[in-house]
């Protein structure tokens, strides 16, 4: 049990979700969301959406808060954190997501945080315009929303067709296939076919891993894939789909060598093993995969998730007899993650450098572990951090310490994917590689104007690929769908679309529907008013009914009585009147 669940009011369920994200730096939303026991309840789905857009905003609330002065010029962060003012930090930030980022800018209820925060609310927006300036900011803030189409379930051109017809803005993107680029900030997660798995909020960086794996190498894959952490699953889902393509002949891999002349190669898979340690994330990747990858796909590829350490699976087990790839994407920092955080970035120098420290051994051992596959012919080495110790240090170090034991044709060797040759940032020469393999490295970087989330990618192929290859190919990629018919290439068209007004504006085919439901809401709260306004009415004329009848007199008798006398005056006026016309 925790300490912050005293706590009540609107944002109880959604504090209660951050609260563990925020100390535990080792869990992700996900799976403090919905990995619990049998007997855990979920959040609601509101509850969910909140924390995934605090968490998005998440960067800016913090360069907000180190900003903000107080009129005696004190920091906001040390008044509303550090001294103790706020115990609950995750009430603190969905509070301060709502004033700043929230659709009406306001928080609901009150409450102690609630009214430390609404305080200093001028403030706090004044070093929010400040900080919408930064150019850094910006390029977050203009990043476009990426969803994959499941080819395994749906067309691309339906998808497409189906999300026009809803009123989105759709392109598609320059590199990934079945990618598609939709305005910042537009939500989905709602939407049928997100639900159906027929599409999947994936970012742009986090497809480079499956599209090096399928489309990078030198010669096609002749065997199985291994997926050695693949909880929750779209990595593994997104290479299953790739080969299903390519086996369907949906895409091809083109193979261009120097002369211009071109062939197509068939590849053989027919199983991709999807390993996790964790009981309850293998859980939630059985799931994805079930959803994302049914049996009837026909993809021509069988995803089998394991309940397994990757680092206890020797090379020589007979399940991986035919294992020809190994997808390695371990735990990393996340310090890539800018649009929508699945972790927070861990504060204090300190403490910073000491995480780093113990994620890159752990990646260097994980990596070395799959060199020793002699099987293997490739390997995809990913993370989504920007820290040179968990990427280029990684690989540099695997490379010297592995190479430097074995055989010429068994050692290993950096290669830029062909599947990923137009992508043009690249890694960085660091202490053990050569200017020539920090350029077989793909960096991707959100703050510098990638467009997408900071991401690594670094791509291996045994000495031995290259005396079975009939030509070195000078481009290699996967074709099909990059250019889709009826839609456009991406090429920037959203990078102005969030100005600083409304960081958090909604796509044109929603404003219609937004401001629908706006006049109908005021409409309800108009109504509420009116009816609230004759209540009042009324019961003010029981107050005064109840204050008379309070000086010891019935109200109603005493009515009822006034009534009769002024009838009784009545009739007696009229009857004077009668007598004296008579009379007449």
């Not at 969803?147 to 598609?172: F, H, I, P, S």
């Not at 991709?272 to 964790?278: G, N, Q, V």
């Amino acid at each position: 049990t925790n300490n912050f669940m005293s706590h009540s009011g609107p944002y109880k369920e959604a504090a209660n979700l951050l609260n563990p994200l925020l100390t535990n730096k080792s869990k992700s939303l996900k799976t403090l969301a919905f990995g619990g026991g049998k007997n855990k309840k979920a959040p609601s789905k509101s509850a969910y959406a909140t924390v995934c857009r605090c968490l998005e905003h998440k960067v800016l609330i913090d360069a907000i808060l180190d900003l903000a002065r107080d009129g005696n010029r004190k920091s906001l962060r040390n008044i509303i954190f550090d001294k103790g003012a706020v115990k609950d930090h995750g009430l603190a930030y969905v509070m301060l997501y709502e004033i700043l980022f929230g659709k009406y800018k306001r928080i609901r209820g009150g409450g102690v945080v609630a009214r430390l925060i609404k305080r200093y609310e001028a403030d706090l927006n004044e070093a929010k315009n400040i900080v919408l300036e930064d150019s850094d900011i910006k390029e977050v803030l203009r990043q476009a929303r990426y969803v994959r189409v499941n080819t395994l379930k749906v067309t691309a051109a339906e998808a497409v067709q189906t999300l026009q017809d809803g009123g989105y803005e759709v392109y598609a993107d320059n590199l990934v296939p079945n990618l598609l680029v939709l305005p910042p900030k537009t939500d989905l997660h709602a939407h049928p076919f997100v639900t159906d798995g027929k599409l999947i909020l994936q970012d742009k960086s986090s497809c480079f891993s499956a599209l090096a794996l399928v489309g990078g190498g030198t010669n096609p894959i002749d065997g199985d894939i291994l997926d050695a952490c693949a909880a929750p699953g779209n990595k593994t889902t997104h290479a299953a789909a790739l080969v299903g393509d390519l086996l369907s002949n949906k895409s091809k891999i083109m193979h261009y060598s120097s002369d211009n002349s071109n062939t197509t190669r068939c590849q053989k898979v027919s199983s991709i093993y999807a390993l996790d340690r964790d009981s309850k994330r293998l859980k939630i990747l059985k799931n994805r995969v079930e959803l994302l990858c049914p049996p009837k796909s026909n993809s021509g590829v069988t995803v089998h998730p394991l309940h397994l350490d990757f680092l206890t699976l020797e090379p020589d087990d007979p399940k991986m007899k035919n294992l020809r790839c190994i997808l390695l994407d371990p735990s990393c920092s996340g310090s890539g993650i800018v649009s929508q955080p699945d972790r927070v970035n861990i504060r204090g120098e300190a403490d910073a450098a000491k995480r780093l420290e113990t994620l890159s051994n752990f990646q260097i051992t994980a990596l070395k572990h799959a060199m020793t596959f002699s099987q293997v012919e490739r390997i995809v080495y990913s993370t989504c951090s920007v820290h040179d110790i968990e990427n280029e240090h990684v690989v540099a170090t695997c490379l010297k310490e592995y190479n430097d034991t074995c055989k010429m044709e068994k050692q290993w060797r950096l290669i830029s994917p062909n599947s990923l040759k137009d992508w043009e940032r690249r890694g960085k020469v660091t202490s053990g590689l050569t200017s020539e393999q920090a350029q077989c490295l793909v960096r991707c970087d959100a703050r510098l104007g990638d467009g997408t989330n900071g991401f690594f990618v670094a791509y291996f192929e045994r000495e031995s690929q290259f005396e079975k290859a009939d030509s070195v190919p000078t481009r290699s990629y996967l074709s099909g769908n990059n250019a889709l018919n009826g839609i456009s290439v991406y090429d920037g068209q959203f990078d102005n679309h969030i100005s600083k007004a409304d960081a958090n504006d909604k796509h044109p085919g929603e404003k219609r529907k937004v401001m629908e439901r706006q006049q109908l809401q005021d409409c309800k709260k108009k109504q509420k008013y009116n009816r609230s306004k004759k209540s009042t009415v009324i019961a003010n004329a029981s107050n005064v009914v109840e204050a008379k009848s309070s000086m010891g007199v019935s109200c109603n008798k005493k009515s009822k009585k006034l009534k009769w006398k002024q009838r009784q005056a009545a009739a007696k006026a009229a009857r004077l009147k009668k007598e004296k016309d008579q009379s007449t």
